[in-house]
């Protein structure tokens, strides 16, 4: 293995196995810790955890159970996966677990860029962009669990961290590898450590990967994975080869517990053409829905059955608030995991998932434990084969055309 990665959800670890195999890695991805090697044809390995919103000491713990696993298997970079609108709290979490796998590599020099211009996201002046407005200004103030407040990543990433930021702008990089080689180098000197770099197109993305070639530690969304396969292939260490990738017929259920603007309007257009089942607080926090049920009655639907719960952000508001935000967020998640548990057991092959937490229940709730990487859906959001029986598209909140649910199916089975 030669690039380890670790991932703070399910659904960003897709993604960056989407960027790393389409540039000629054979990537696997592992549900956690795996409690065994990894077989010696993986060139890629992310290690997918579940650590974005736990508290701080346990993101940290985790993350650091990763780098001593994938550093075991003989990797010799490592990658901090994290989302491109950079889900965090003041206190964490990505600015502590960076700086603990810093601290474990000896690392001195550490990109910090989240930046995914192929949905949006951009990095310009140490501000996150979500198409023309400030991250701030996109819907992700409203987030339930991260809301992000302050577009600036070098302030927000300040507040989480005991070292300073450092910054290399857009004209550094658009200089070119040495020009951004120089800008960090510049940065460090100064006595920053983890270091935003800024991104607008993906050719931006590439030269920060060809300028981290000797890095250790590299941090970002996973845009910032797209230069580094050519830093191993410039050394003649990728074996350019790739599996087949084999569709999948059979029964389609489609989940979302998103509440981002993006998936509530898929949601919505959904609906209208496929049969739907809303899951609100109330029914879930009473009993009254439940997975059996839920289950029975999607595989009695044509089409692609959608179960949702992706309500605004002023109904989540009034619903954490009479219930509590974890004791909700708990309650939703169990039940999605019971859920897929019962619709696989039902026979349904094909699963949709939308948002990040809901996608890590999923996974969770099914015991799944190796995922192979297959085509693209939309931007970040793959095709994942759990076995020769089960499929999956786990989709972050904010990513996916408009026809998400009914393209992704389709997909699945090998319709155009």
Sequence with gaps: MLLGCIGDDFT?????????????MRVVQYVGVPGVPAAPDVEAGIVALKSRSIPVAEAVAQSLAALDWLRAQGCTQFLFKYCSTF???PEGNIGPVAEALADALNAQQVIVCPAFPATGRSIYQGHLFVGDRLLSESGMQHHPLTPMSDPDIRRWLAHQ???TVGHVPATAVLGGVESTRAALRRETAKGHRLIVADAITDADLVTLGHAAADHLLVTGGSGI?????DNFRARGQLSETSGAWRA?????VALSGSCST???AQVTMHAATHPSRELTADAVMSGEVNADTLATWAVGQPGVPLIYSSADPDSVAAAQAHYGASALAGAIETLFADLARALVAKGVTRLVSAGGETSGAVVSGLGLTQLEIGPEIDPGVPMIRADDGLVLALK????GAADFFARAAAMMEGTP
């Design 396 to 399: 972050s909140g904010n990513f």
């Design 225 to 229: 994975a797209m230069g580094l396969p």
């Design 12 to 24: 960003g670890s897709s993604d960056l196995g989407n960027t790393l195999t389409k540039a000629g």
């Design 248 to 252: 999948q017929v059979g029964p389609v």
């Design 262 to 264: 993006a998936t509530r």
């Design 87 to 89: 889900d965090s709290t």
């Design 161 to 163: 961290i005991s070292g």
